[in-house]
């Protein structure tokens, strides 16, 4: 009878130092995003970092992000909200390292969590936010005779989705 309880143990506290902390506390399937805008039945439209749209849809919704891009690599996400009469609202969605990667496997998971287990799920990523609630402001209509200037909108290079950067154009150096 201890032989079975002690082979039983050694199993337990191998599984146990073989998982990620991560992975056990926290979630590596994806997560989900929760869209809401007032007024509702807004047209949502989701891309990756590469500019791949992902969901079209109106609001209210909800929807799973994949938070795992590659290995240690997670994935950044733009939601673009529309409505006619409205001014459009953009929001960058990332992820961020979960707290029980860090300092879960630091207690538990040791290495094999930090370099392998989490990493390989996905489990170390959070989604930096899981709610986005936008209220739209209406377009004015313009005065008679005013004439409309172009805007500009500055962005890092990363957040530019790789099917239009080939149409950017630089103006000044």
């Keep these: ?69 590659g290995y240690f690599s997670g994935k950044k996400y733009s939601v673009v909200i529309r409505k006619d009469g409205y001014a459009d609202h953009t929001i960058s969605v990332d992820t961020k390292v979960n707290g029980w990667y860090i300092g879960g496997n630091l207690l538990f998971g040791a290495l094999i969590g930090w370099l392998i287990v989490d990493p390989a799920t996905g489990a170390m990523w959070k989604l930096d936010t899981n709610e986005i609630n936008v209220t739209l402001n209406e377009n004015k209509p313009e005065e008679e005779g005013a004439k409309s200037e172009p805007s500009a909108r500055i962005m890092l290079l990363d957040d530019v989705p790789l099917s239009l950067r080939s149409k950017m154009v630089r103006i000044s150096q």
């Design 1 to 69: 009878m201890k032989k079975n309880q002690m082979k039983t143990i050694g199993v337990l506290g191998t599984v146990a130092l073989l998982t990620g902390c991560a992975t056990i506390m926290g979630q590596s399937a994806p997560e989900t995003l929760n869209v809401r805008s007032a007024p509702d039945q807004a047209n949502v439209s989701i891309s990756d970092e590469t500019g791949t749209k992902i969901f079209e849809g109106k609001t209210p919704t909800a929807l799973p992000l994949e938070k795992k891009k």
